[in-house]
């Protein structure tokens, strides 16, 4: 493009701005306008009167920018178009600068120069392509969302944020699902997320906030937390990494162990809730570890407030002083049947000791997780989508932290010591690659984009010879895996074969004398009876007999105090 042709696409921009009209602009009175606002020689040539047909054919040239109706020969800019959007963009983040000066920005501050290093790559290519870089320039030609005053200052025009893309009710749906998940997979300041990787859970957001996120941000995440800054931290504009800005817990068992015990109770509607010292006294009672320890210090309810404020897109405050959960949960007769839950985790135990990931030295990333849901047996499955739906099958993994390890971003493993690896020679490399893939393949429908962000924490010598500078090598592991899949069809037992066999027995009976229970995962009595074979005995002691121990100890301890009141001579009511 011409220098003459950007100044005119520029030009034409900015008058479509200036005068914003619903149904677009005549093409004749567009040039009338143009010919009043544009002075210079090399301009002038394409808005003079016989000279229709040239614009009209620079016009359709650049549909990006400009919407040409040919059946009534009108112009206007185009809706939702990339153009429209970045514009609308930085109107949004030049509003979030003057908010930041206390609602007066000096005009010798606005610059491109000093804003330029936070300005994602479109963004900036926008703002030289229309503005010349002039932040001035863009300012006026936004009289409806910017005030420049006398004294040489920019202000808010006083109806702006009643517009702002930033109050819209999906824009803050986004916001709490993309918090929601760097909560779940561990993201901080010292370990944050690729927004690349962040990218791949987006498929799990509800539709509406989907859409509003591709038609108000062109799909950017990077310009997304650059105007939602408020929540999100970024280590730089471009292939940059996040984490929420938030004040987080260091352990998000306690929010995963609140979120149960709401939605145990059903707290689900602005109607009902439990109050912080309802909560409190359930974190007390506990099974788990880090809760027991949380709520043991002195001042817990204040603590928890505390801590319930730091999730608002998990727990919302309600007038009364009570907490419900923010997200409308549907209610379900199978929610928290301890039974299936504990079948669930020992699942998923079974499942990673199979894939290789035993330790936390070989862990596996949760959108591998994700995609292993539908391989569960049935009984499993309708239960995990009723209890945890979507990106919430994260929290069973955090509420059973005796089991699993998740001191890696992202990414789970069974909780054991860290193996030691030793060196490989490349054919074997190759081969065990294949079967890693191969493994991964029992699972889920492994994808290429997906087996990438697997091999980032397998084995070194897998990571290594997956990751190396041969052409098409992941393609050409996943291809040999499948060979090797399709050869052993017949062979091949998985996790899921064992559970289809366990729930043939005594299993599905205990099941369903517990169908229908809505009681806290902490009281699992009907899973003591148990018994798969097929699972490994340590996990089955370390999920049920604790349990076990700790409920025996529990009524020794009951009856030991029954004992000395009854020789004090108290009663207790009935």
């Given at each position: 493009?011409s220098?003459v042709?950007?100044?005119l696409?520029?030009?034409?921009?900015q008058?479509?701005?200036?005068?914003?009209?619903?149904?677009?602009?005549k093409?004749d009175k567009l040039?009338?306008?143009?010919?009043?606002?544009?002075?210079?020689e090399e301009?002038v040539?394409?808005?003079r009167?016989?000279?229709?047909?040239?614009?009209?054919?620079f016009?359709?040239e650049?549909?990006?920018?400009?919407?040409?109706?040919?059946?009534e020969?009108?112009?206007s800019?185009p809706?939702h178009?990339?153009?429209?959007?970045?514009?609308?963009?930085?109107?949004?983040?030049?509003?979030?600068q003057?908010?930041a000066?206390?609602g007066s920005?000096p005009?010798?501050?606005?610059?491109?120069?000093?804003?330029k290093?936070?300005?994602?790559?479109?963004?900036a290519?926008?703002?030289?392509?229309?503005?010349?870089r002039s932040?001035?320039?863009?300012?006026?030609?936004h009289?409806?969302?910017f005030?420049?005053?006398?004294e040489?200052?920019?202000r808010?025009a006083?109806?702006?944020?009643?517009?702002?893309i930033?109050?819209?009710?999906?824009?803050a749906?986004?916001?709490y699902?993309l918090?929601?998940?760097?909560?779940k997979?561990?993201?901080?300041?010292?370990?944050?997320?690729?927004?690349?990787?962040?990218?791949?859970?987006?498929?799990?957001?509800?539709?509406?906030?989907?859409?509003f996120l591709?038609?108000?941000y062109?799909?950017n995440?990077?310009?997304f937390?650059?105007?939602?800054?408020?929540?999100?931290?970024?280590?730089?504009?471009e292939k940059?990494s996040?984490?929420?800005?938030y004040?987080?817990?260091?352990n998000?068992?306690?929010v995963?162990?609140?979120?149960?015990?709401?939605?145990?109770?059903?707290v689900?509607?602005?109607?009902?809730?439990l109050?912080?010292?309802e909560?409190?006294?359930?974190?007390?009672?506990?099974?788990?570890?880090?809760?027991?320890?949380?709520?043991a210090?002195?001042?817990?309810?204040?603590?928890?407030?505390?801590l319930l404020n730091?999730y608002?897109?998990v727990?919302?405050?309600?007038?009364?002083?009570?907490v419900?959960?923010?997200?409308?949960y549907?209610?379900?007769?199978r929610v928290w049947?301890?039974?299936?839950?504990?079948l669930?985790v020992?699942?998923?135990?079974?499942?990673l000791?199979?894939?290789?990931?035993s330790s936390?030295?070989?862990?596996?990333?949760?959108?591998y997780?994700?995609?292993?849901?539908?391989?569960?047996?049935?009984?499993i499955?309708?239960?995990l989508?009723?209890?945890f739906?979507?990106?919430?099958?994260?929290?069973?993994?955090?509420?059973?932290?005796?089991?699993?390890?998740?001191s890696?971003?992202?990414?789970?493993?069974?909780?054991?010591p860290?193996?030691?690896e030793?060196?490989?020679?490349n054919?074997?490399?190759?081969?065990?690659?294949?079967?890693?893939?191969?493994?991964?393949?029992?699972y889920?429908?492994?994808?290429?984009?997906?087996?990438?962000?697997?091999?980032?924490?397998?084995?070194?010598?897998?990571?290594a010879y997956?990751?190396?500078?041969?052409?098409?090598r992941?393609?050409?592991?996943?291809?040999?895996?499948?060979?090797?899949?399709?050869?052993?069809?017949?062979?091949?037992?998985?996790?899921?074969?064992?559970?289809?066999?366990?729930?043939?027995?005594?299993a599905?009976a205990?099941?369903?004398?517990?169908n229908?229970a809505?009681?806290?995962?902490a009281?699992?009595?009907?899973?003591?009876?148990?018994?798969?074979?097929?699972l490994s005995?340590?996990?089955?002691?370390?999920?049920?007999?604790?349990?076990?121990?700790?409920?025996?100890?529990?009524?020794a301890?009951?009856?030991?105090?029954?004992?000395?009141?009854s020789?004090?001579?108290?009663?207790?009511?009935?």
């Amino acid at each position: 493009m011409s220098l003459v042709e950007l100044n005119l696409q520029s030009g034409l921009w900015q008058t479509l701005l200036l005068y914003d009209s619903d149904s677009g602009w005549k093409l004749d009175k567009l040039m009338d306008i143009c010919r009043t606002l544009i002075r210079e020689e090399e301009l002038v040539v394409y808005f003079r009167p016989g000279n229709e047909e040239q614009l009209r054919k620079f016009l359709k040239e650049r549909p990006q920018y400009f919407n040409y109706d040919p059946d009534e020969d009108k112009v206007s800019l185009p809706e939702h178009s990339t153009s429209t959007v970045l514009e609308e963009c930085l109107v949004e983040f030049l509003a979030l600068q003057v908010k930041a000066s206390s609602g007066s920005l000096p005009l010798t501050e606005v610059t491109f120069e000093k804003y330029k290093h936070l300005l994602p790559k479109p963004l900036a290519e926008h703002m030289h392509t229309i503005y010349g870089r002039s932040l001035v320039l863009f300012l006026q030609t936004h009289p409806l969302s910017f005030i420049i005053c006398t004294e040489g200052t920019v202000r808010l025009a006083p109806d702006f944020d009643s517009s702002s893309i930033l109050v819209d009710n999906n824009n803050a749906k986004v916001v709490y699902f993309l918090l929601g998940i760097l909560q779940k997979i561990g993201a901080t300041k010292e370990k944050p997320l690729p927004v690349h990787v962040l990218l791949k859970y987006l498929p799990y957001m509800e539709k509406d906030a989907r859409e509003f996120l591709c038609k108000e941000y062109l799909n950017n995440l990077n310009i997304f937390f650059l105007l939602n800054c408020r929540y999100f931290q970024t280590n730089k504009p471009e292939k940059c990494s996040v984490y929420p800005k938030y004040p987080q817990t260091s352990n998000y068992t306690l929010v995963a162990h609140l979120k149960q015990q709401l939605r145990v109770k059903n707290v689900a509607t602005d109607e009902t809730g439990l109050s912080p010292t309802e909560l409190a006294a359930k974190g007390k009672s506990s099974w788990i570890p880090a809760v027991q320890a949380f709520f043991a210090k002195a001042g817990e309810v204040k603590q928890l407030k505390r801590l319930l404020n730091g999730y608002p897109n998990v727990f919302k405050l309600q007038p009364d002083g009570k907490v419900c959960l923010r997200e409308m949960y549907s209610p379900c007769e199978r929610v928290w049947n301890p039974s299936l839950e504990l079948l669930a985790v020992l699942y998923f135990a079974e499942m990673l000791k199979d894939i290789g990931s035993s330790s936390p030295s070989n862990p596996i990333c949760f959108n591998y997780i994700l995609s292993c849901v539908d391989s569960a047996p049935e009984e499993i499955k309708d239960y995990l989508r009723d209890a945890f739906p979507g990106v919430e099958i994260i929290d069973l993994f955090h509420l059973h932290p005796d089991v699993f390890d998740l001191s890696s971003t992202n990414c789970v493993s069974l909780r054991s010591p860290l193996a030691e690896e030793l060196p490989h020679k490349n054919e074997v490399a190759e081969a065990l690659s294949i079967r890693y893939a191969y493994q991964l393949m029992k699972y889920a429908n492994v994808t290429p984009d997906l087996f990438l962000l697997c091999v980032q924490m397998a084995p070194s010598v897998v990571r290594a010879y997956c990751t190396g500078p041969t052409k098409d090598r992941l393609h050409s592991v996943l291809e040999s895996a499948k060979k090797l899949s399709a050869c052993t069809v017949n062979e091949r037992s998985t996790v899921v074969d064992d559970f289809r066999a366990l729930f043939s027995g005594s299993a599905r009976a205990a099941t369903m004398q517990c169908n229908g229970a809505r009681v806290s995962v902490a009281t699992v009595e009907t899973a003591i009876g148990l018994q798969p074979d097929s699972l490994s005995t340590e996990l089955i002691h370390g999920e049920l007999l604790r349990k076990q121990r700790r409920r025996q100890k529990k009524s020794a301890k009951n009856s030991n105090s029954s004992s000395v009141q009854s020789g004090t001579g108290d009663t207790t009511p009935v």
